[in-house]
């Protein structure tokens, strides 16, 4: 069993900034890409940045925000800078995490609000 666990939500004012963390634990194998996506009230998820060797980030947070991970922890982060109240919205951690030679599966965590006040 594979497990998600985020922490570092919370609310800040715009122009603040947080960072986020995300655990993966559990049957682990490896883990291929990384990634943070949101989702909005009214909205559907959306990709925030994702990481593998190389990381990508949707335009709206790119000079803003910047995922990174540690692979001896099974961690990746999100550090969130410069924040503007359209940030708002629960983010999810994404990964897809090899559990056995054959198996590789995508995991989600179960979310952390941020709210960006103005």
């Known amino acids: 069993q594979v497990q998600l666990v985020e922490s570092g939500g919370g609310s800040v004012q715009a122009g603040g900034s947080l960072r986020l963390s995300c655990v993966v634990t559990?049957?682990?194998?490896?883990?291929?890409?990384m990634a943070w996506y949101r989702q909005a009230p009214g909205k559907q998820r959306e990709l925030v940045a994702v990481i593998t060797s190389t990381t990508n980030y949707a335009d709206s947070v790119k000079g803003r925000f910047t995922i990174s991970r540690d692979n001896a922890k099974n961690t990746v982060y999100l550090q969130m800078n410069d924040l503007k109240p359209e940030d708002t919205a629960v983010y999810y951690c994404?990964?897809?995490?090899?559990?056995?030679?054959?198996?590789?599966?995508?995991?989600w965590g179960q979310g952390t609000q941020v709210t960006v006040s103005s």
């Open positions: 994404n990964a897809n995490v090899r559990t056995t030679t054959w198996n590789m599966w995508d995991y």
């Open positions: 559990g049957r682990i194998v490896s883990i291929n890409a």
